[in-house]
């Protein structure tokens, strides 16, 4: 079956600009996360819904980071005024419990 | 509350052993393992929920110390394919939310 999708996979932008990182669940899945990696650390939590609400946004690094999941399916992760520090991997992962997480392939991040 | 991993890195021949550690400063409901390839999203291994589990898949297995809130990676009778960066995840006793946190990593490589 179809796992985990995220897109764009790449993408590259500008200081100062808006952008938007979308993850596809795979269907079914009620928990989904979101977190980033740079380069030689583990993944860093970002984000947690289950279903449409945010059950824990504790992760998000400034409220320049904001992720929807209207319908709690897909989710948007959008980031505000990029900045260089802000490069990285951004992965998703959903799961039907708290046991295994399914991750995306990723949306790398360069802020330029 | 980022859990710490040991060793950072390891080199084995095919066929040899290998043990990567997993400690915690705070109490554990369980641990998951994940392995990651180079440039590939992470991939769940298993997850320990009980303190002293173990429990084995192929020629990895793991267990999980909960009185010294750690667990341990067997790797026996490496195969290439074992190559990649393997990371734990600790979700904390009291949390509240299904949150992981991952370590850093122990970085595998494994020589014909």
């Known amino acids: 079956g179809a796992g985990v999708s995220q897109t764009p996979s790449n993408k590259v932008t500008e200081k100062g600009k808006y952008v938007e990182l979308r993850c596809d669940p795979i269907?079914?899945?009620?928990?989904l996360y979101w977190y980033r990696q740079s380069l030689g650390q583990g993944p860093e939590f970002l984000i947690y819904?289950?279903?449409?609400?945010?059950?824990?946004d504790s992760g998000l690094p400034n409220d320049r980071f904001f992720a929807v999941r209207p319908e709690g399916s897909v989710s948007t992760l959008k980031i505000q005024r990029t900045e260089r520090g802000d490069s990285a991997v951004y992965l998703c992962?959903?799961?039907?419990?708290?046991?295994?997480?399914?991750f995306g392939p990723g949306t790398r991040l360069t802020v330029t | 509350q980022q859990p710490v991993q040991s060793p950072q890195a390891v080199i084995l021949r095919e066929g040899e052993d290998a043990v990567i550690n997993c400690s915690s400063s705070?109490?554990?409901?369980?641990v998951h393992w994940y392995r990651q390839k180079h440039g590939e999203a992470p991939v769940f291994l298993m997850i320990l929920l009980k303190g002293g589990e173990q429990k084995g898949h192929d020629k990895i297995s793991a267990s999980f110390n909960e009185k010294k809130q750690q667990s341990s990676l067997y790797l026996t009778a490496s195969q290439l394919s074992y190559s990649g960066t393997y990371f734990c995840g600790t979700l904390l006793l009291y949390s509240s939310a299904s949150k992981i946190i991952f370590g850093s990593g122990t970085r595998l490589s494994i020589r014909p």
């Open positions: 269907s079914g899945h009620t928990a």
């Open positions: 992962a959903s799961s039907q419990s708290n046991y295994e997480q399914y």
């Open positions: 705070k109490a554990l409901y369980s």
């Open positions: 819904f289950q279903g449409t609400g945010a059950a824990d």
